[in-house]
C-alpha cells in the first residue's frame, strides 16, 4: 500500500484534523555513531518540506510495525521522523544494558540530528514504555530545541516501579526480558511459543532462586535481570545513574502525559506530573481505562500525541521563536483553553463510565476512611473492641495475582476477584450496598495493624466493586514488603503498615458494595516473601506462618478513600 495512503487512511482512523499527506522519502538503516564509536542503526522519514521539525523516537523494540506507520504519519503531516534501535537492539552495535547508555546516546543522537543539512532547530520526542525512559534521559539536556514531548505509560525513574512496596515486580521484569530476548529468536520458533502459551515463560514465574528464572524462560542469563536481582536495595549506588527524576524539573518543553488507571508505572508517571507542576510547568494528563498493553491505550496515544505535536512543534521563523521563549505554565494553559480541553482529562471507571476533564492532579477531596471491623464487614464508621481476624500465609503455595496492572495486556486490568477471596489466605471486608453513588478520584491508601508469627512478611491490599450479581471487580491495589527493620513492632507485636494503592477515578454505582482484600502477596505480580529473610535472588527456604489483622479503637485498620463526590 503506497506511504500517502497509509498516512491518510491511519489519520482518518485517528480522527485527526484533515491534512493532504505530502510525500514521504524514507532512508534505512543509516548509521549514526556514538562517542565511544558504537553505530547506531536510523530511520529517517522526510516530509516533502525540507525545513520542518523533527520528531525523534528511540526505541529497543525494532524499528518496523507500528514504528514504521508512525514515521510515516509524522513525515506525512510535515515533520522528520527519525527512529532509532538503543544499542544492543534493532541492528545497533553494542549491548543493551536498560537505562544506561541512553542519557550519552542521546545526546550524541541529538548532536548528529543539529548537524544534518534539514534540521530546522524544532525538535519534538514521542516514546511509549521504555521509549519514554530514553525522553526523560535527554529531556533535560536538549535545550530549547526541545518543543514538545509525548510520554506514553513511562516515568522518569524505574526503580520504584521494579520495587513497587520494596517487593519485586517479578512478573514484569521476568516477562519484559523474555520479550526483549524473542526479539533475538527466529519468527517461527517465537509464534510457536506464544501458541502453546509460553510455558517457559509460566515455569519460570514459578522457579527457585530467581537467579535461575532468566535462564528457564529464554534459556539463556539474561545480565540486567540478574543485576535487579543483587541491588535492590533503597540505597543501592546503580540506581543513582539509571534514574532521571531529579532532572525532570529542568525540562520546560510542553508535555503530554498519557497513561492508564492499571498501567505499570502509573504511580511514578503521576509523581513525573507532580514534579513539573511543582516546577511551574502545566502539563497535559489523560489517564484511560487502560493497561500497559491496551489496544485503546495505542490508539489514544496517536491521537492525543500527534495533536500534541501539530501544536507545539512550530516552523521556523518569529512564531518559532515566541513559542520557543513563552513562558511554560500560562501558554500552555492558554492554548488548552483554546483547544476547549482541561490539563488533565481522566476516565471515570465504575458506574456510567464517562470522561472527565479537570483542572488539576489531584482534584480536592474529602479524605475519608472506610474501616475493617469484626464479620468481615467495611463501614464508614469507628472500629469497636473486636478480636483480629487471622490467615496462614504459605510461600509454597502463594497467593495469586489476579488482573491489575501487568505488562501482559490479556491478563491485565479489571476482573471478577470471586476466584481469589474463595482462598482461605485472603481476608474480605465488604460494605453494605450503598445507597447513593460514590466517587473516587485521587491517590487511595490503607493503614493495616497486623501481628505476625515471622518477621519478614508482604501485605497486599486490593480496593473492588461488588456488582449486584456478586461479582467482585478489582479497581486498585498495592502491596508493601515488611522487615524487621521496617514498620517496628511494639511491644504487643503489633504493626501499623501504610499500604499506597495506585490511584483511581472510579464511580461506585448505588446498590453496589465496596470490598477489601488483604493477603500475604499477589503472585507472580510480586515475587512471593519466603518469610526467612534471605536474598532476593538466591533465597529457596519457603516459611509459612499465621498473620493476623487487627481492626479495633486502638490498632484501627482502614482503607482511606478521595471522595470527590457522593449522591445522586
Not at 518 to 544: I, K
Given at each position: 500500500m503506497?506511504?500517502?495512503?497509509?498516512?491518510?487512511?491511519?489519520?482518518?482512523?485517528?480522527?485527526?484534523p484533515?491534512?493532504?499527506?505530502?510525500?514521504?522519502?524514507?532512508?534505512?538503516?543509516?548509521?549514526?555513531?556514538?562517542?565511544?564509536?558504537?553505530?547506531?542503526?536510523t530511520?529517517?522519514?522526510?516530509?516533502?518540506a525540507?525545513?520542518?521539525?523533527?520528531?525523534?523516537?528511540?526505541?529497543?523494540?525494532?524499528?518496523?510495525?507500528?514504528?514504521?506507520?508512525?514515521?510515516?504519519?509524522?513525515?506525512?503531516?510535515?515533520?522528520?521522523?527519525?527512529?532509532?534501535?538503543?544499542?544492543g537492539?534493532?541492528?545497533?552495535g553494542?549491548t543493551?544494558?536498560?537505562?544506561?547508555?541512553?542519557r550519552?546516546?542521546?545526546?550524541?543522537?541529538?548532536?548528529?540530528l543539529?548537524?544534518?543539512?534539514?534540521w530546522?532547530?524544532?525538535?519534538?520526542?514521542?516514546?511509549?514504555?521504555?521509549?519514554?525512559?530514553?525522553?526523560?534521559?535527554?529531556?533535560?539536556?536538549?535545550?530549547?530545541?526541545?518543543?514538545?514531548?509525548?510520554?506514553?505509560?513511562t516515568a522518569?525513574?524505574?526503580?520504584?516501579?521494579?520495587?513497587?512496596g520494596?517487593?519485586?515486580?517479578?512478573?514484569t521484569?521476568?516477562?519484559?526480558?523474555?520479550?526483549?530476548?524473542?526479539?533475538?529468536?527466529?519468527?517461527?520458533?517465537?509464534?510457536?511459543?506464544?501458541?502453546?502459551?509460553?510455558?517457559?515463560?509460566?515455569?519460570?514465574?514459578?522457579?527457585?532462586?530467581?537467579?535461575?528464572?532468566d535462564?528457564?524462560?529464554?534459556?539463556?542469563?539474561?545480565?540486567?535481570?540478574?543485576?535487579?536481582?543483587?541491588?535492590?536495595?533503597?540505597?543501592?549506588?546503580?540506581w543513582?545513574?539509571?534514574?532521571f527524576?531529579d532532572r525532570?524539573?529542568?525540562?520546560?518543553a510542553?508535555?503530554?502525559?498519557?497513561?492508564?488507571?492499571?498501567?505499570?508505572?502509573?504511580?511514578?508517571?503521576?509523581?513525573?506530573?507532580a514534579?513539573?507542576r511543582?516546577?511551574?510547568?502545566?502539563?497535559r494528563?489523560?489517564?484511560?481505562p487502560?493497561?500497559?498493553?491496551?489496544p485503546?491505550?495505542f490508539?489514544?496515544?496517536?491521537?492525543?500525541?500527534?495533536?500534541?505535536?501539530?501544536?507545539?512543534?512550530?516552523?521556523?521563523?518569529?512564531a518559532?521563536?515566541?513559542?520557543?521563549?513563552?513562558?511554560?505554565?500560562?501558554?500552555?494553559?492558554e492554548?488548552?483553553?483554546?483547544?476547549?480541553?482541561?490539563?488533565?482529562?481522566?476516565?471515570?471507571?465504575?458506574?456510567?463510565?464517562?470522561?472527565?476533564?479537570?483542572?488539576?492532579?489531584?482534584?480536592?477531596?474529602?479524605?475519608t476512611?472506610?474501616?475493617?471491623?469484626p464479620?468481615?464487614?467495611?463501614?464508614?464508621?469507628?472500629?469497636?473492641?473486636?478480636?483480629?481476624?487471622?490467615?496462614?500465609?504459605?510461600?509454597?503455595?502463594?497467593?495469586?495475582?489476579?488482573?491489575?496492572?501487568?505488562?501482559?495486556?490479556?491478563?491485565?486490568?479489571?476482573m471478577d476477584?470471586?476466584?481469589?477471596?474463595?482462598?482461605?489466605?485472603?481476608?474480605?471486608?465488604?460494605?453494605a450496598?450503598?445507597?447513593?453513588?460514590?466517587?473516587?478520584?485521587?491517590?487511595?491508601?490503607?493503614?493495616v495493624?497486623?501481628?505476625?508469627?515471622?518477621?519478614?512478611?508482604d501485605?497486599?491490599?486490593?480496593?473492588?466493586?461488588?456488582?449486584?450479581?456478586?461479582?467482585?471487580w478489582?479497581?486498585?491495589?498495592?502491596?508493601?514488603?515488611?522487615?524487621p527493620?521496617?514498620?517496628?513492632?511494639d511491644?504487643?507485636?503489633?504493626?501499623?503498615?501504610?499500604?499506597?494503592?495506585?490511584?483511581?477515578?472510579?464511580?461506585?454505582?448505588?446498590?453496589?458494595?465496596?470490598?477489601?482484600?488483604?493477603?500475604?502477596?499477589?503472585?507472580?505480580r510480586?515475587?512471593?516473601?519466603t518469610?526467612?529473610?534471605?536474598?532476593?535472588?538466591?533465597?529457596?527456604?519457603?516459611?509459612?506462618?499465621?498473620?493476623?489483622?487487627?481492626?479495633?479503637?486502638?490498632?484501627?485498620?482502614?482503607?482511606?478513600l478521595?471522595?470527590?463526590?457522593?449522591g445522586?
Amino acid at each position: 500500500m503506497p506511504g500517502r495512503l497509509v498516512a491518510r487512511l491511519a489519520g482518518a482512523a485517528l480522527r485527526l484534523p484533515a491534512t493532504r499527506p505530502g510525500p514521504v522519502r524514507v532512508t534505512r538503516d543509516i548509521p549514526v555513531r556514538a562517542r565511544d564509536g558504537v553505530v547506531l542503526r536510523t530511520d529517517h522519514y522526510a516530509p516533502a518540506a525540507r525545513d520542518a521539525p523533527t520528531v525523534l523516537i528511540r526505541t529497543p523494540y525494532g524499528r518496523g510495525g507500528p514504528l514504521r506507520m508512525l514515521g510515516r504519519l509524522l513525515a506525512a503531516r510535515g515533520r522528520h521522523a527519525v527512529i532509532q534501535s538503543c544499542r544492543g537492539t534493532g541492528g545497533s552495535g553494542g549491548t543493551f544494558a536498560p537505562l544506561v547508555h541512553e542519557r550519552d546516546d542521546g545526546a550524541d543522537t541529538l548532536d548528529w540530528l543539529r548537524r544534518q543539512p534539514w534540521w530546522a532547530g524544532s525538535l519534538g520526542m514521542f516514546g511509549v514504555s521504555y521509549q519514554g525512559f530514553a525522553q526523560w534521559a535527554l529531556a533535560a539536556d536538549a535545550g530549547e530545541d526541545l518543543r514538545a514531548m509525548v510520554a506514553v505509560v513511562t516515568a522518569s525513574a524505574t526503580r520504584d516501579s521494579t520495587y513497587a512496596g520494596e517487593s519485586f515486580a517479578l512478573d514484569t521484569v521476568l516477562t519484559w526480558a523474555e520479550l526483549l530476548h524473542a526479539q533475538t529468536v527466529p519468527w517461527l520458533t517465537r509464534q510457536r511459543e506464544l501458541k502453546r502459551g509460553q510455558p517457559r515463560l509460566a515455569a519460570a514465574l514459578e522457579h527457585l532462586p530467581l537467579t535461575g528464572a532468566d535462564r528457564v524462560a529464554t534459556g539463556v542469563t539474561i545480565p540486567f535481570f540478574q543485576e535487579w536481582l543483587r541491588h535492590h536495595t533503597p540505597d543501592a549506588a546503580y540506581w543513582r545513574t539509571r534514574v532521571f527524576a531529579d532532572r525532570v524539573a529542568r525540562v520546560r518543553a510542553p508535555v503530554i502525559m498519557v497513561t492508564g488507571w492499571h498501567d505499570i508505572f502509573l504511580p511514578a508517571q503521576l509523581d513525573d506530573h507532580a514534579t513539573l507542576r511543582a516546577a511551574g510547568a502545566r502539563p497535559r494528563l489523560v489517564v484511560g481505562p487502560w493497561t500497559h498493553g491496551s489496544p485503546g491505550l495505542f490508539v489514544a496515544a496517536l491521537r492525543e500525541g500527534l495533536a500534541w505535536l501539530d501544536e507545539h512543534l512550530t516552523a521556523p521563523g518569529r512564531a518559532g521563536e515566541r513559542a520557543r521563549h513563552a513562558e511554560p505554565s500560562g501558554s500552555a494553559a492558554e492554548r488548552a483553553r483554546r483547544a476547549g480541553s482541561a490539563p488533565v482529562r481522566v476516565y471515570v471507571g465504575g458506574a456510567d463510565g464517562s470522561w472527565r476533564d479537570l483542572p488539576d492532579w489531584p482534584p480536592p477531596a474529602v479524605d475519608t476512611a472506610w474501616h475493617l471491623h469484626p464479620g468481615g464487614e467495611l463501614a464508614a464508621r469507628v472500629p469497636v473492641p473486636s478480636p483480629p481476624d487471622e490467615f496462614r500465609y504459605d510461600p509454597a503455595d502463594p497467593t495469586p495475582s489476579l488482573g491489575g496492572p501487568l505488562l501482559v495486556a490479556q491478563r491485565a486490568g479489571r476482573m471478577d476477584n470471586q476466584p481469589v477471596e474463595a482462598r482461605p489466605d485472603v481476608l474480605t471486608y465488604t460494605s453494605a450496598p450503598l445507597d447513593r453513588p460514590v466517587e473516587v478520584i485521587g491517590p487511595v491508601h490503607a493503614e493495616v495493624h497486623v501481628r505476625s508469627e515471622l518477621p519478614h512478611l508482604d501485605v497486599f491490599v486490593r480496593l473492588c466493586d461488588v456488582d449486584r450479581r456478586g461479582r467482585s471487580w478489582n479497581v486498585c491495589d498495592g502491596l508493601v514488603r515488611v522487615s524487621p527493620g521496617r514498620f517496628p513492632a511494639d511491644a504487643s507485636g503489633v504493626r501499623r503498615v501504610p499500604v499506597p494503592l495506585w490511584p483511581t477515578a472510579y464511580r461506585f454505582a448505588a446498590g453496589h458494595r465496596l470490598r477489601v482484600q488483604v493477603a500475604g502477596g499477589a503472585h507472580p505480580r510480586w515475587a512471593r516473601n519466603t518469610g526467612t529473610g534471605e536474598p532476593l535472588g538466591t533465597a529457596v527456604t519457603l516459611r509459612a506462618g499465621w498473620r493476623q489483622v487487627l481492626h479495633d479503637p486502638a490498632y484501627p485498620s482502614a482503607l482511606r478513600l478521595p471522595i470527590v463526590h457522593s449522591g445522586s
